[in-house]
Structures are given as structure tokens and as C-alpha cells.
């Protein structure tokens, strides 16, 4: 499994932007998609974004698209998310995920990923 480190969280008001950075243990090179999914109290995980082994291909959730930017850099093992005109809505706790060779509707699906962060906790003022 790979081993995940989120960080860039914190409390910002509504319309300014933050950075999420997923560091990975080893090399993400070899297959791996990596996707961010958020949960807030009281509600079910929701998917964010994703992206795909060869960074060629990128998903997002309606509620995130146009505001969000899912990016990854290989030769250092992190995966980015860019938020930006952020919500109060967006408040959740928010973790990145590694899953082979997982694309379209199945990089959307939490089930398909084998390994997962802590998470980085994201609170958003209005």
C-alpha cells in the first residue's frame, strides 16, 4: 500500500482559495490514480476530483468543477488541489486516495482505491 500525507488545510472565508498537497510514499508513477474525496459531519463521503496515472485524464464533481484543479507531479510522488472561490459548502475534511490504473466512472468510486490518508481538515467562513 501506499502510504499518504495530506496537508494545506485551514480556515479561510468564503471566495478565497487554498492548496491541498498529497504526499505519497513511493514512487505514483506506476499506475496509480489519485483522487481527493471530502466528508463533513453528518454527511456521506462525497467525491472531489481525480486524476488519472498519466495526468492526461481529469475528473471533478459538478459541485467543485470550474473552481477546483486536480494536478499531480510524479517525479516528487504529490498530487495538488487548487481550490479557489471556495464555499461555505466546501467545509469538510478532506483526504487523498491512490488506486491502480483506475479511470471514467470507477476513479469517481471510493471502493476501487486501496489506500488513503489521514486527511487535512478544510473550514470555510461565509
Known amino acids: 500500500q501506499v502510504q499518504l500525507v495530506e496537508s494545506g488545510g485551514g480556515l479561510v472565508q468564503a471566495g478565497e482559495s487554498l492548496r491541498l498537497s498529497c504526499t505519497a510514499s513511493l514512487s505514483i508513477f506506476g499506475g496509480y490514480t489519485m483522487g481527493w474525496f471530502r466528508q463533513a459531519p453528518g454527511k456521506e463521503r462525497e467525491f472531489v476530483a481525480a486524476?488519472?496515472?498519466?495526468?492526461?485524464?481529469?475528473y471533478y464533481a459538478d459541485s467543485v468543477k470550474g473552481r477546483f484543479t486536480i494536478s499531480r507531479d510524479n517525479a516528487k510522488n504529490t498530487v495538488n488541489l487548487q481550490m479557489n472561490s471556495l464555499r461555505p459548502e466546501d467545509t469538510a475534511h478532506y483526504y487523498c486516495?491512490?488506486?491502480?490504473?483506475?479511470?471514467?466512472?470507477?476513479?469517481?468510486?471510493?471502493?476501487?482505491?486501496?489506500?488513503r490518508g489521514q486527511g487535512t481538515q478544510v473550514t470555510v467562513s461565509s
Open positions: 486516495a491512490a488506486g491502480r490504473y483506475l479511470y471514467g466512472e470507477r476513479a469517481r468510486d471510493f471502493s476501487g482505491y486501496d489506500s
Open positions: 486524476i488519472d496515472w498519466t495526468g492526461g485524464s481529469t
